[in-house]
């Protein structure tokens, strides 16, 4: 049977299923998927050569555009070199499918050239993983399961939370085609719709907000947040308590422009001070996304009793390492926080507590300014320069470890940049390629990008 008509089926399926990019990096044995891609003129091809690079490039664009790029590469140790890029896109919840050409099944586990175990290669860090059949007498029913085979790996990508799937694909000699390659018709279904939004259970959200009206001393923590979903509205909800926004640069918050009355963003500094970590001592924290990038933040949040902290973790439910949750909300961070708000159904409120944090925080700001203009340079004077020079629109890419770090102690908010990093699993390698992926994605911001760290 003609492998290529499963082929030319589960192609278009990833194209009708919204994917945009596809990233190839060539051998013999990837030669069908390559040249299936190729007939689409409304697929976007890019050819790196180096599989490791190639992975975290596709990496950078589903972290900036929430649309998985597709990986393709050839068989044997080829498949492995996507294993960093993998790792990064399930615990940073970036959508990537990956395709791996492989020998047929027959030749495994007998000494065959370039032949290694590919089923399952990626284990737990994979959402979800399937065996594509392209040999066999009935062509019809092995075209159907391609489709459906490439739009359940779009669904399973995009699915909350986002992550990468993995197609293995065994492809016989002879390689190329037979006659030109013909495309099938679009039937477009994105199934970025699928990825459900649920608010938490109702019982949930009326706690929440029960304990949100008691707080005196409340606090709002935003840690980083997918760069390509919708933003809760955090800062409408912290004038409607009067809580503090302390808002990583990963979260989105810290730098949206315009009113940003309640938002904080010097704290990685003073909570260093064990005086001000006391007087600054919250009764209650509703923390939004990830685990905060603050090493400070994180120690101050660690001593809170256990009851005192709501979790919105927004992605996946289980975002925890502090194991101090006293309540937990599990639907969507965007849908959740409006509820929040229209319970509270009140007006902007005045806070004591909100002053006395604002007050620090400018304090904090101005003493590193002055403190930088003063001393010789070092990492802390590259964030203060490079703020100087974005511009509103700019998209940074932030390296992992010390680089990010740096960038949420020094870096102010409301100047309106995209700011992208992988943390996921924190990892320092990949940083250009990815930067480079996010750069080149349809859903990138114009503007410039700069790197920074190893």
Known sequence: MNQYLPLMHFAAALRDAGVEDVVVSPGSR?????????????????????????????????????????????????????????????????PLVVLTADRPRELRDVGANQTIDQTRIYGTHAKWFVELPTDGDDGEFLAAYARTAGLRAVAAAVARPYGPVHVNIPLREPLLPE???????????????????????PRLLREAVRRIRAARRGLIVA???????????????????????????????????????????????YLRDHDLREDLRPDLVLRVGG????????????????????????EEAWQDPLLATGLLLTGSAELDVAE???????????????????????????????????????EATAIHNL?????????????????VRDLDGFLPGGGGQRILAMRGASGIDGVVSAAVGASGSRGARKGMLTCTGP
């Open 30 to 94: 990837s030669t069908p998927l390559a040249l299936a891609f190729a007939a689409f003129p409304e697929l976007r091809l890019h050819v790196l050569l180096d599989e490791r690079s190639a992975g975290y490039f596709g990496l950078g664009m589903g972290l900036s555009s929430g649309r998985p790029a597709a990986l393709v590469c050839t068989s044997g140790t080829a498949a492995a070199n996507y294993l960093p890029a993998v790792v990064e896109a399930r615990y940073g919840h970036v």
């Open 223 to 269: 840690g980083p947040l997918p760069p390509a979903r919708p933003l809760p509205d955090l800062l409408a909800l912290s004038r409607y308590t009067g809580f503090p926004l302390l808002a990583d640069p990963l979260s989105g918050l810290r730098s949206l422009e315009g009113d940003g009355a309640g938002r904080i963003d010097a704290y990685d500094l």
């Open 291 to 314: 685990m905060p990038t603050s090493k400070s933040l994180g120690q101050w949040l660690a001593a809170l009793p256990p009851d005192t902290t709501i979790l919105l973790p927004g």
């Open 179 to 201: 006659a030109p390659l013909t495309p099938p018709a679009a039937q477009p279904e994105d199934l970025r719709g699928m990825a459900r939004e649920e608010r938490s259970a």
């Open 387 to 403: 703020a100087a020079q974005l511009q509103p629109g700019d998209q940074l890419f932030v390296g992992s470890s010390m680089p």
């Open 340 to 378: 929040l708000i229209a319970g509270l159904e009140g007006e902007a409120v005045a806070s004591p507590y909100l002053d006395r944090f604002t007050r620090a925080d400018r304090a904090a700001r101005r003493a590193a300014e002055n403190f930088l203009s003063a001393h010789a340079p070092f």
